[in-house]
C-alpha cells in the first residue's frame, strides 16, 4: 500500500495544487519517502515532506531528513571551486595549467566546469576512493575529444578534477573541507559531501532502485549507449571504479568519503537553501561576479555521453534552447536565467533569478533515468502557476 504523507502543517492556500501533487507522488507514483522545499527571497515559502526513511522502518520522513542526492552534489561542489577562484583572482577564463600545469590540456576552468575536458572515461579506472590515483590516471588519459571543441557529461571523474583543483588552491584541503568552511557551516546549509557527523546516521534515508519501465523518448538513445560496454557513455559512468550499485550508497563508507561529483547527503532545505544563495538578485551575500559565472551558459548542443541535448554554465545544468531562443524543455522552470543540478533517479533542485526562487525535492524511491522526472516536473510546474 502507498504510504500516506505525514505533512507538518498545512500549507498556504495557493500552494494547495502542489501539495496535491505532493501527495500523489505517494498514492500514485511509489514514493516511499520525500521533501519538497521552496525558497524567495532568502526565505522558505513551503516545506512539504512525508512518507518514510525506509520500507521496512516506521521513522517518519522529517525537515532534518537527509538521503544521497547523487549528481545533485555537483552544484554545491561547483560553488566551492568558484569561490576559491575568485578569492584567488582567477577566473572561469584562466587557463587551467595556470593551477595544474601536470594535466596538459589547453583548457579554461569554465570549459572544465562545463563538461568540455573530454575526459569522462578512463581507459584504466582505479578505485574512485584512491583520489591520488585518480588524479595520475586523469593526467595520462588521451581525451575523448579534443578539449574545449565539444562537450559531454562527466558524471564521475568531474568530482575528481574539482577536488584536485581545490586542493591545490587551498595547499590541501579538499573539496569536501572547503564546502564546509566556505559555505555549509557560514550559512547553515543541511548538506554534506563528506563529514556527516554519525549523530545525524539515523536520520539519513535508505535508497532504493528504480522500477524498470520504458524510458522517456529523449533518454532512449542514451540507455541504449549505456547498455553498451563499449560506449563512451557506459565507460563514463564505471570511471573511477566503485559504488555502482544503489545499495553502496546505503553504506557509511560512502556517506563520509567526500566525493564531489555524486557523493553528498542534503535535506530538501538544506538543497534550497543553497540555491536561495544563488538565487538572489540584489541581495546576495555571494560575490557578484561569481553569481554572474553560473548564471552564463558555456555550451550546448549534443552531449556526447548522456545523448541529448544538453547545456551547462560552470558546472550547473540548464535547460537547452531553440534557434529561436525557446527552452527545448523546462526541467528548471520557464525562466531562461534558471540553473541547477538533478540527481540520479529524481532528486533535482534549481535557482531562478529572475524570482528569487529557489526549489529543491529529495526522495528515496529512484526512478529509471538520469533527468528530473515526473515526481519533480509536476511540482514545479504546478508552483509556478501557483506564483503566477
Given at each position: 500500500?502507498?504510504t500516506?504523507p505525514r505533512?507538518?502543517r498545512d500549507?498556504?492556500?495557493?500552494?494547495?495544487?502542489?501539495?496535491?501533487?505532493?501527495?500523489?507522488n505517494?498514492q500514485?507514483?511509489?514514493?516511499?519517502?520525500?521533501?519538497?522545499?521552496i525558497?524567495?527571497?532568502?526565505?522558505?515559502?513551503?516545506?512539504?515532506?512525508?512518507?518514510?526513511?525506509a520500507?521496512?522502518?516506521?521513522?517518519p520522513?522529517t525537515?532534518?531528513?537527509?538521503?544521497?542526492?547523487?549528481?545533485a552534489?555537483?552544484?554545491?561542489a561547483?560553488l566551492t571551486l568558484l569561490?576559491?577562484?575568485?578569492?584567488?583572482?582567477?577566473?572561469?577564463?584562466?587557463?587551467?595549467r595556470?593551477?595544474?600545469?601536470?594535466l596538459?590540456?589547453?583548457?579554461?576552468f569554465?570549459?572544465?566546469?562545463?563538461?568540455?575536458a573530454?575526459?569522462p572515461?578512463?581507459d584504466?579506472?582505479?578505485?574512485?576512493?584512491?583520489h591520488?590515483?585518480?588524479?595520475?590516471a586523469l593526467?595520462?588519459?588521451t581525451p575523448?575529444w579534443?578539449p574545449?571543441?565539444?562537450?559531454g557529461?562527466?558524471p564521475?571523474?568531474?568530482g575528481a578534477?574539482?577536488?584536485?583543483c581545490v586542493?591545490?588552491l587551498?595547499?590541501?584541503a579538499s573539496?569536501?573541507?572547503a564546502?564546509?568552511?566556505?559555505?555549509?557551516?557560514?550559512f547553515?546549509?543541511?548538506?554534506?559531501i563528506?563529514?556527516i557527523?554519525?549523530?545525524?546516521?539515523?536520520q539519513v534515508?535508505?535508497?532504493?532502485?528504480?522500477?524498470?519501465?520504458?524510458?522517456?523518448?529523449?533518454e532512449?538513445p542514451?540507455?541504449?549507449?549505456?547498455a553498451?560496454?563499449?560506449?563512451?557513455?557506459?565507460?563514463?559512468?564505471?570511471s573511477?571504479?566503485?559504488l555502482?550499485?544503489?545499495?553502496d550508497l546505503?553504506?557509511?563508507?560512502?556517506w563520509?568519503?567526500?566525493?564531489?561529483?555524486?557523493?553528498?547527503?542534503?535535506?530538501?532545505?538544506?538543497?534550497a537553501?543553497f540555491y536561495?544563495?544563488?538565487?538572489?538578485r540584489?541581495?546576495?551575500?555571494?560575490p557578484?561576479?561569481?553569481?554572474?559565472?553560473?548564471?552564463?551558459p558555456?555550451?550546448?548542443?549534443?552531449?556526447?555521453?548522456?545523448?541529448?541535448?544538453?547545456?551547462?554554465?560552470v558546472?550547473?545544468?540548464?535547460?537547452?534552447?531553440?534557434?529561436d531562443?525557446?527552452?527545448?524543455?523546462?526541467?528548471?522552470g520557464?525562466s531562461l536565467?534558471?540553473?541547477?543540478h538533478?540527481?540520479?533517479g529524481?532528486?533535482?533542485?534549481?535557482?531562478?533569478?529572475?524570482r528569487?526562487l529557489?526549489?529543491?525535492?529529495?526522495?528515496?524511491?529512484?526512478?529509471p533515468?538520469?533527468?528530473?522526472?515526473?515526481k519533480?516536473l509536476?511540482?514545479?510546474?504546478?508552483?509556478?502557476?501557483?506564483?503566477?
Open positions: 500500500m502507498p500516506a505533512l507538518p500549507p498556504p492556500p495557493r500552494f494547495a495544487a502542489v501539495a496535491e501533487i505532493f501527495d500523489q505517494f500514485q507514483r511509489g514514493e516511499v519517502g520525500a521533501a519538497l522545499s525558497w524567495q527571497h532568502g526565505t522558505e515559502i513551503l516545506h512539504l515532506c512525508g512518507g518514510s526513511l520500507q521496512d522502518h516506521p521513522a520522513w525537515p532534518d531528513s537527509l538521503v544521497p542526492v547523487w549528481s552534489t555537483k552544484g554545491p561547483a569561490l576559491l577562484l575568485h578569492q584567488a583572482g582567477l577566473s572561469p577564463d584562466t587557463p587551467l595556470a593551477l595544474w600545469p601536470r596538459a590540456l589547453p583548457l579554461t569554465g570549459q572544465l566546469l562545463s563538461h568540455q573530454g575526459l572515461a578512463l584504466h579506472p582505479p578505485s574512485l576512493f584512491d591520488p590515483a585518480v588524479v595520475a593526467e595520462a588519459q575523448a579534443s574545449g571543441a565539444a562537450h557529461y562527466h564521475r571523474t568531474f578534477l574539482l577536488d584536485e586542493r591545490r587551498t595547499g590541501g573539496l569536501g573541507q564546502w564546509h568552511s566556505l559555505l555549509a557551516k557560514p547553515g546549509l543541511d548538506l554534506f563528506g563529514g557527523p554519525e549523530a545525524r546516521f539515523p534515508a535508505r535508497l532504493y532502485p528504480g522500477r524498470l519501465k520504458p524510458p522517456h523518448p529523449d532512449a542514451f540507455f541504449a549507449a549505456i553498451d560496454p563499449a560506449s563512451l557513455t557506459r565507460r563514463a559512468f564505471r573511477p571504479a566503485g555502482h550499485a544503489i545499495s546505503n553504506q557509511t563508507a560512502a563520509q568519503a567526500a566525493l564531489p561529483a555524486f557523493g553528498g547527503l542534503a535535506s530538501a532545505r538544506g538543497l537553501q536561495s544563495l544563488l538565487a538572489h540584489d541581495s546576495s551575500p555571494l557578484p561576479e561569481v553569481l554572474a559565472w553560473a548564471r552564463t558555456l555550451v550546448q548542443g549534443p552531449d556526447l555521453v548522456l545523448r541529448l541535448p544538453t547545456s551547462f554554465s558546472g550547473f545544468m540548464m535547460d537547452p534552447l531553440h534557434p531562443g525557446t527552452k527545448q524543455r523546462q526541467h528548471f520557464p536565467q534558471a540553473f541547477g538533478p540527481g540520479a529524481g532528486s533535482h533542485a534549481f535557482a531562478d533569478p529572475s528569487g529557489s526549489f529543491a525535492y529529495t526522495m528515496n524511491q529512484m526512478e533515468g538520469v533527468l528530473p522526472n515526473p519533480s509536476l511540482l514545479l510546474q504546478a508552483l509556478y502557476q501557483a506564483l503566477g
